[in-house]
């Protein structure tokens, strides 16, 4: 009786820790942030891509980690940078976590570190990874997750 009770217990508290990291997650997307991109445009490995229709909110779904690709988000700084795209080796199918960043050291600071080929943008996931190492990009964690393909910008 005392052990069902105890996981009981257990499982109430699972859920709501559950509901807890949800509801951390949710206000970027309630405040509007819904478009990942400004004007749906996107960085992968140093070309454009544009966000295809409607993109589904699955932030309530619990999928495993392996099965999301990140995009890696600068709430305004620049346009966001994605790992992969459609046809990469390890392409989800356009399940993505949006992983907001921010530049404690000024964006100035995140380009210096991480603008591998110096074209004055972040636009590949290596050069977002460059300055993550430097410590002039954190990772905020996830903030989003949705499905939507990307076209090739022409
Ligand atoms: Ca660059």
Sequence with gaps: ??????????????????????????????????????????????????TVATPTDLSHTRAPAQSWDIIYSFGGLQMSVAEVAPGDPGFNGGRWQVHALSAPNGYAAALASGDLDHDGVLDAADEVRAALTAGDLIDNGVVKQFVCTLNRVP
């Design 1 to 50: 009786m005392q052990s069902s009770r105890s996981r009981l217990i257990a499982g109430v508290l699972g859920a709501a820790i559950g509901a807890l990291s949800l509801a951390a997650a949710t206000p970027a997307f309630a405040a509007g942030s819904g478009g990942v991109t400004d004007d749906g445009v996107i960085y992968v490995d140093h070309e454009l891509w544009r």
